[in-house]
Structures are given as C-alpha cells and as structure tokens.
C-alpha cells in the first residue's frame, strides 16, 4: 500500500519526537524532513506546541487541576497529564510523577503490564504499567499528528519506531504491541543508533560517501536518559559501491542521564546540609528532578553559569514555602566528566561489587557509573567483529580491541561539547597505545532530535530505495536443551544451548530450521529458557553448545508454561524438529513441529514475551 508519509518516532526516555517525510517531495537521496510540533500542557490551562514531548506522566490528585486546566486540542484521557506540565508538576509532587517508563518496559524481573509506577507509593497513589504508560506517550503523539494530518492518519502510514540497540525480543515485542494499540498497521523497529547514523547520512546530502571508505569502522556512543547504547558500523563494498554494515552492539546497560542527575541530586543534598537543611526521601526525588531540568538548561546553552534549583518545603517554617539553591556549570561538567567519563586504560573494565542479599526491587542500573569503562569492556569484547566480514578490509589482526576509525554521539547528554571531547581524547588514547591512528569526529546536526529524524528517513529509504545499513539480528540467540542423563542426588540435567537464530539474520526472512530432532514435553508445567550472545557471529542454526564462557552468553527471560498434550499422555515426550523466525520487529518465534503421528498441522509457538500457544 502506498502511503503519503514515512514516519519516525523516538520514543524516548526523557524525551519523545515525531519527524516525517513526505514522499512525494523527495527525488533520490534528496529527503526533506520535517519535526512535527507537539501541542501539550505547559501550565495549567496553556498549550504550546514543542519539537519535543517529555516522556513524563503525572497522576493528579482530584482537587489539585481544575478540569479547564488540562484542556488539550483533543479529548484527553482524565486523571492524567503528559509533557512538560507533568514534568513540572512531578518536580513539586514527584511521588505522583511516572518517569523512565522505557527503562521499566526492557525490566525482566517485573509484569510489565502490571500497575507499578510510580514505584513504592502509598495505596492512596494511582499507579500504571510500563507498557500503558508507552501507550499514553504514543497516543499523544497520534493525536498530535491526526490533528495536523486528518485525511492521512498516522495508523495508516509507514512508522519506525526506535528502541535501544541492546533492547532483547521481548522488550521489541512490548514496543511493538504499544504501537498497534494506536492503532499503526505498517510498522518497523529500528535500533536507534543506527537511527542516529541514518540521520547523519541524511545530512551529507549524499556525501558520506566522500566523508567514509572501505574498512572504516563507525563506533555510535549513544547516552540517553536510561541508557547507554554503543554499536559498530563497518564500511564495506560491494560491486563498487560503498556500503554500512552494523556488526556488534552492546548488551543493555542501564546507565545515562537518570544517573547523572541522582548524582546532582546529591550534590546539592550535601550543599544544603552544610547549611543546615536536611532533605526527606520525597523531597531528594524532587531534588532529582529539579537537578535534571537544570542541567539540560546548562548542557544546552552555554551562556549560562548556574540554573536554581527550587526543591518543596516539608514545613511550614521556610518562607515561601520551598527550599531554593543553585547548580553551577562547573559542578555539573566536574561530577559529569569525571564521575561518568573517567580516563582510564582499554583494560579497564567495569568493577562488580558484591551485592546485598535482599534489595528492593527497582531497576537493575548499571553498578560502575565510568562509560568509558563499559565502553572499554565492548570494544575489547568485539576485537574479531570483523575479521570474517565480507568486503571489508582488516587492519589489525593483532589488536586486542576493535579500533574505531570514526565516532559518532547522540543523546542529549553529549550536547556538552567538554564531554564528547573528553570521550574521543580517551578512545584515541587507547588507540595510540596500539599505534592505530586517531578515530575522527562524525559531526552530527542535532543530538536531541537525530534519533527521530533518522528514523523518518529510514522509513521513507526502506519503501522507495537508498543507502541501507545491514545488520540483521543484534544477537545470535539459543534454547536450552537438557541432556538426558540418569538422576544424580543434588544436581540438575546438562544443560545445552541451541543455536536457533544466528547472528544478522534479516528481519522478516523465512524461517530456519535445526536439522536435529528433540523432544518436546507435553501436558505438563515445563520452562523454555533462551540466551542471547553478542560476540559469538559464527554459530550457525543447530549448532548445539555444550560449553561457552561465562561473558559469551546472557540468559534471557525465560517462559513458564503448560503446551496442550491433545490426545496425547501428560509428560509424553513429543519427538519435533524445531524452527525460528524473527519477525519485521524483531519479535523471536520459536515453533515445534511434530515428526509423528496424523497431527502434521499441530505445532507449538511462543515468542519472548512470555506467553505461548497453539
């Protein structure tokens, strides 16, 4: 079906965007884009339109807004308020303020469709789920556009939306199934570094081809508002001309903005002690918040020196009824650049510490704070990315790290040009200790909206032709197989890992097939358990491993359930063969088709998010 507009939705952590294409308006790689303004809430009662939406959701009280204050060009849901106006409202009341809703969606330890946020609040405070509050984020963003676009909805036309590079199936599979609760039909995920490049090959305006060449590898450094994504982009060739293939990704790493403002946050709690004022719990959550907003105001314009920081009294014995300080440029770029972006050497890999035995439950954040560190341990993880890749041209076998030979920021937190400097000095730094020569900068136009604008041009280059970057599957994933072996008093059956999916494979391709029979259990309660590697490239489907290194594989959420034994016994052992398929959002569908029997048509499919069936 043809369609007007290509579409691109960063669905952000802090922050949401909307650009589009119009397709009619483009010839070749000539592409115009457009950023779609967001009419939302910016004070009770005023509307404005911005590029981009706060990923924010405030439950209200009752009593707290007047119905004429959340008043938006459409029916709005009641008891909810999303944009800036639920930022700054969750700045005062932060205990009614949903935020980082992305990083709880990509959460295995909890019901993503279960009412948790805000996290730990008394009974009286509403809650939402991760996923519904996605949803609430798209549809404002549907809203806005159908008002814009009335005879050309967005369901009806060609969306990318973009998740983290690191995202497993089962968070892809969330994101997707928010997207079509909008109603969107013509869907596609897209990891958003890939999104950032997309967009920096849009703005050459079809000289990237001149700013690149064969055997260059493109390191995307990706710190958003809960994460940091790292991926490598080779440049390759093939029949003369020059093309980009992603060959690693990082594993997910819940480490970025969310962070750094908790780290502020702290800060200013310490400069408020000395001075006699002490902070509750709620009050730091507000702190966080007020921390974040000021230094998106410092990391933004340069010319400012300090933002205040106002944080709600508990008493009634502060005048006006707050608590006021500031937070200095100096103090945001100090904790910020050494804190976050220490130098240290390419062996320098992220510290594990031991953890408390019981702990809250919350999300599983990174444990070493130092990017560099995390960005250390993948680049020494990826050194033979791509010693087997075609058309590419190897320049160090030797190396005990993949050298970059260009780098390439997004994310709102690199609009601080002091920490992207600090960033490259430390890459080319490791690599003059190997003798390699520096990687050079990738100028990127616009750090807060590259994501949304690369993924329009995506969804416009996908339909009507143009540079492309390969990639396939970020991981290679296995089932575990358990070996048959006689009961053993305190030990459990072998466990094997299956290759079922290997990596790059495309998207939307045709399924694949273990040439292996297994046994499938029926008609009673068993586990699936799934891994993914990043770094194992060569396992090829029905590669059975019997061993792998600790770093090599990570075990996924695993899938409790109960297949249908049909005329069959309970526990009967089914002889199948088995066979995966990667849908065009990334959704990993695992089938079991029986050998045996008159049930040809009889299989049993699952995908990661947890659920299974006929």
């Known amino acids: 079906m043809s369609t007007r507009f290509a579409i691109g939705i960063d669905l952000g952590t802090t922050h949401s965007a909307l650009s589009y294409v119009e397709v009619a308006k483009c010839e070749g790689e000539e592409v115009e884009q457009k950023l779609m303004p967001i009419p939302q809430l910016v004070d009770p009662g005023s509307v404005e339109e911005r590029t981009m939406l706060p990923s924010f959701l405030y439950l209200p009280h009752p009593d707290e807004l007047r119905p004429a204050d959340l008043g938006l060009p459409w029916p709005a849901p009641p008891g909810q308020v999303i944009g800036e106006l639920a930022r700054k409202q969750g700045a005062n009341t932060p205990i009614r303020l949903v935020s980082s809703a992305k990083s709880w969606l990509c959460h295995p330890d909890v019901d993503r469709k279960a009412p948790i946020l805000p996290p730990e609040v008394p009974a009286e405070i509403p809650q939402v789920s991760p996923f519904d509050a996605s949803v609430a984020f798209l549809t404002h963003l549907r809203e806005a556009w159908n008002g814009l676009h009335g005879f050309d909805p967005l369901g009806e036309q060609d969306v990318t939306v973009t998740v983290p590079a690191s995202f497993d199936p089962a968070a892809r599979e969330l994101t997707a199934e928010a997207a079509r609760a909008i109603g969107v039909e013509n869907l596609v995920l897209l990891e958003e570094p890939q999104a950032a490049l997309y967009s920096w090959v849009n703005d050459s305006k079809g000289k990237w081809r001149q700013e690149v060449k064969v055997g260059d590898i493109i390191l995307v450094v990706d710190v958003g508002g809960g994460t940091s994504d790292f991926s490598l982009i080779a440049v390759t060739e093939q029949d003369g001309a020059l ?90 770029t100090a904790i910020l650049i050494d804190g976050f972006f220490p130098e240290v050497a390419v062996t320098d890999h992220p510290a594990q510490r031991a953890r408390g035995a019981i702990t809250k439950m919350g999300l599983p954040f990174a444990q070493d704070p130092g990017v560099t560190r995390h960005l250390a341990a993948f680049l020494s993880k990826q050194a033979g990315a791509t010693e087997d890749l075609e058309g590419f041209v190897e320049h160090a076998h030797w190396a005990t790290f993949l050298h970059p030979t260009a780098v390439l920021f997004n994310g709102g937190v690199f609009n601080a040009g002091a920490l992207r400097e600090r960033v490259l000095t430390v890459i080319n730094q490791w690599l003059a200790a190997e003798d390699a020569p520096p990687a050079r900068l990738l100028e990127s136009n616009d750090l807060d909206l ?96 019997e061993e792998w290194a600790e770093d090599e594989l990570e075990e996924l959420e695993e899938i409790q359930t109960n297949l249908p034994a049909e005329k069959r016994k309970r526990g009967e052992v089914v002889p199948v063969r088995l066979q995966a398929s990667v849908s065009e959002v990334g959704t990993l569908e695992l089938t079991a088709i029986p050998l045996l029997g008159d049930e040809a048509h009889w299989r049993v499919s699952f995908n990661t998010r947890g659920q299974a069936g006929e």
């Open 450 to 545: 590259a994501v949304a604008r690369g993924a329009a041009f995506f969804a416009y280059v996908r339909r009507h032709g143009g540079v492309r970057i390969r990639g396939g599957t970020s991981h290679s994933y296995y089932v575990g197989v358990e070996r048959s072996m006689p009961a053993i008093p305190g030990m459990e059956p072998e466990l094997h890992a299956l290759c079922v999916v290997p990596f790059g494979l495309e998207e939307g391709s045709e399924p694949v097939s273990a040439p292996q029979e297994f046994g499938l259990v029926v008609g009673e309660p068993v586990r699936f358990r799934f891994f993914g590697s990043s770094v194992r490239h060569d396992d090829q489907v029905g590669d059975l491993l």
């Open 243 to 332: 093309e980009l293939t992603r060959v690693a990704v990082g594993e997910h790493i819940l480490l970025g903005g969310d962070n750094m403002d908790l780290t502020l946050a702290h800060l200013v709690k310490q400069k408020l002690k000395a001075q006699g004022v002490e902070l509750d719990r709620w009050q730091l959550q507000a702190l966080t918040h007020g921390c974040r907003i000021a230094k998106e105001r410092l990391l933004a314009d340069e010319s400012l020196e300090l933002v205040p920081v106002v944080v709600p009294s508990r008493g009634a014995k502060l005048i006006g009824g707050s608590i006021r300080t500031e937070l200095t440029r100096d103090e945001v």
